[in-house]
């Protein structure tokens, strides 16, 4: 399980989740089993420890 650590960073990698960058800049994460969208997020860079799209990992849907 992913962890924040208070020190800028994340320890391990947020599953079931997936992010893309949207045409405007801003970062949208997508849940991988549901496929509905989740969170947007406008600040600069991604999210912190979410595979980016496509990831090239098979995931359980399950």
């Known amino acids: ?3 924040n650590t208070g020190k800028g960073h994340r320890q391990g990698a947020v599953t079931g989740r997936t992010q893309f960058q949207q045409p405007n800049g801003d970062w ?3 849940d ?3 496929g509905h969208f989740m969170e947007r997020k406008d600040s ?6 979410v595979a980016k799209e496509p990831d090239g ?3 359980k849907n399950s």
Do not use: S
């Open 1 to 3: 399980m992913a962890t």
């Open 28 to 30: 949208q994460k997508r």
């Open 32 to 34: 991988e089993r549901t």
């Open 44 to 49: 600069p860079g991604p999210f912190k420890g």
């Open 57 to 59: 990992r098979d995931t």
